[in-house]
């Protein structure tokens, strides 16, 4: 069965440091892969989107990456502060399916 | 930003009683969702629309039905709320020509007492 697997255990990490978050699917073929941000009692924030055919993606301190043959991307926070702490999600689709979401992994950044 | 609403934003109400959440949105977005997450749980599709008189049921069963008869309002309704029923739901919209990226709205805390 189609499956997305993100870290259900926080991650912990200093202020200054790099953060890496990881997202893993098996059974999809997906186009393209995206990142959500989620604040408590929000809704989900757009953050970045990497297609099949991109390897990397960078936005300000943020970088995506994407693996077609591990089935994997990780999502990189440079420089990471307190205010980036919240939970992230990775999505994925192909052409015209709608977006499915993984369970999310929460970062917590420490002053 | 995305321009998408809902409301209300917090509701507290009995068991027994029909309620509407509604969502509306500027953007003239062909897609719509309706997501329930519980606090610190992942996100679950409970129904979408393509466009105006399209609905489908999500990947979890629910109880609540939805309509679109309008482009721009994706309202939810319960017609009898129960305790099972307390959740946070989230509105969402893409635009269909993209890549399905979902503009979410502030999402509705209902209470069912």
């Known amino acids: 069965s189609q499956k997305i697997e993100q870290n259900s255990e926080a991650l912990n990490i200093q202020e200054g440091k790099t953060a890496t978050l990881t997202c893993n699917y098996t059974n999809y073929s997906p186009a393209y892969l995206q990142w959500y941000r989620q604040d408590p009692g929000r809704g989900p924030v757009f953050l970045l989107l990497i297609r099949e055919n991109e390897k990397e993606k960078r936005k300000e301190r943020l970088k995506v990456t994407f693996d077609t043959t591990l089935k994997q991307s990780l999502f990189h926070i440079t420089a990471s502060q307190p205010a980036d702490s919240a939970t992230y999600l990775c999505a994925l689709a192909r052409g015209f399916q709608k977006l499915v979401f993984g369970t999310g992994t929460r970062l917590l950044v420490s002053p | 930003e995305a321009d998408i609403y809902q409301t209300p934003r917090y509701l507290v109400i009995g068991t027994g009683k029909k309620i509407t959440l509604e969502c509306s949105q500027t953007?003239?977005?062909?897609?719509m969702y309706w997501y329930q997450q519980d606090p610190g749980m992942e996100l679950h599709l409970i129904h979408y629309s393509y466009g105006v008189n399209s609905t489908e049921k999500g990947d979890l069963s629910s109880e609540s039905t939805v309509s679109r008869i309008r482009t721009e309002h994706f309202p939810l309704t319960l017609e009898s709320a129960r305790p099972s029923h307390t959740s946070q739901y989230l509105c969402?919209?893409?635009?269909?020509?993209?890549?399905?990226?979902?503009?979410f709205g502030p999402g509705t805390r209902l209470t069912v007492l």
């Open positions: 953007m003239g977005h062909d897609k």
């Open positions: 969402a919209s893409s635009d269909q020509r993209e890549t399905d990226t979902q503009y």
